[in-house]
């Protein structure tokens, strides 16, 4: 069967082969891929960037954004054959450590997770693969080819999960929230606060295209430019991972403000800032900035919920383009107007 696979820490390793077929040890459910999302952290790894290949060997199978149809389960699984369904990307720690046991390895304490198509085990970008019947997540039949949406709405439902607990913390409640990044993990964050009730922002560097489209047919505001003009708001979701953007956010709550910091930027990358002020601003409006990454397996439960009350129309704005396996490459370029990039691996 084919794959897409990679040499982590390689530069421009990413090829099309053939594999061998998924081994059983891999998991008692077997799945016909259906497609694959493309994210900003595969484009790290094709960089050579970020990623780990599993022990032992050179090339990791490439792929955490996964959809496929089931084409065996065993008998009690959740998920039988026809169902579409979605991997779950981390595996608990081996240890495991206190959160992994709980079943919340997405807070796991001593970073010897594993993540699918990430850190040491491959990924779903394969023909078939197979997965461990309790990290296979059913999709509802009605998202059809949007399922593919789930995984990335996992990590938003995760991080509104955590800023919903941090809110409790207050006597108000959140009513206006910002976002900082229009891609589909920042419009997956404006669409679960809309959902929420709030009034919300959008921020992205591009003036026109399908951004800004997606961000009306939300019924939020759309912003190009400085952070600055936006005015305070109590709740940032920050997607765009870029150091200058993060420090004006800060600096742009309500007292009691919540920044949730969910993109990822290279190491190395140096600004100057004013230490003190930004201290004094904490500390004085008793903000809370924090780091919000993966997703369990009530983040993908709560996310599907979210996909399932979504405006399929709405959703179907946010896979900007389809591109069949053959044509994988031209998936893995960053065009402007790019939301999400998705694989589709019955379509070539
Ligand atoms: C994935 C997460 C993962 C993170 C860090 C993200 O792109 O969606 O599941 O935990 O990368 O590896």
């Known amino acids: 069967m084919r794959a ?12 099309l082969e053939e594999i061998e077929e998924p081994s059983p040890e891999a998991g008692a459910v077997l799945v016909q891929a259906v497609a694959i999302g493309v994210c900003g952290t595969d ?16 090339r990791l199978v490439l792929g955490h954004e996964s959809l496929g149809r089931v084409i065996e ?49 491959d990924g779903y970008g394969s023909e078939r693969w197979r997965v461990e019947p309790e990290f296979a997540v059913r999709v509802d039949p009605q998202l059809g080819r949007l399922g593919v949406l789930l995984e990335p709405a996992s990590i938003v439902a995760k991080a509104w999960d955590q ?4 809110s409790r913390r207050a006597c108000t409640r959140i009513e206006t929230a910002l976002v900082t990044g229009a891609g589909a993990i920042g419009l997956l964050a ?37 952070v600055r003009e936006i005015g305070d708001v109590d709740v940032v979701v920050e997607a765009t991972g870029v150091g200058s953007v993060i420090f004006d956010v800060i600096g742009q709550t309500n007292p009691g403000g919540i920044v949730c910091l969910t993109g990822m930027s290279p190491a190395g990358r140096r600004i100057e800032i004013d230490a003190g002020a930004l201290n004094r601003e904490l500390v004085l409006e008793n903000d809370v900035v924090f780091g919000s990454v993966n997703a369990n397996r009530r983040h993908y439960r709560l996310a599907a919920d979210a996909l399932a009350r979504a405006d399929r129309d709405w959703l179907e704005r946010l896979v900007t383009r389809w591109v069949s396996l053959d044509q994988w490459r031209s998936a893995l370029e960053r065009r402007d107007d790019d939301i999400k990039v998705a694989i589709a691996f019955d379509a070539g």
């Open 4 to 15: 897409i696979t990679v040499i982590p820490g390689e530069r421009d390793s990413a090829r």
């Open 43 to 58: 484009g790290e790894i094709i960089r050579g960037e970020y990623g780990w290949s599993p022990p032992g060997r050179a």
């Open 73 to 121: 389960a065993p008998d009690g699984a959740a998920v039988s054959a026809g169902d579409l369904v979605v991997g779950i990307v981390r595996r608990p720690d081996p240890e495991p450590c206190v959160c992994c046991a709980a079943g919340e390895w997405d807070q796991c304490r001593n970073g010897r997770y594993t993540e699918r198509g990430i850190k040491e085990i």
């Open 163 to 166: 800023i919903d607990r941090i």
């Open 190 to 226: 404006a669409l679960l606060a809309r959902q929420r009730g709030l009034d919300v922002h959008v921020l992205d560097i591009v003036a026109a295209g399908p951004k800004p489209e997606a961000v009306a047919a939300l019924g939020a505001a759309y912003h190009h430019g400085d």
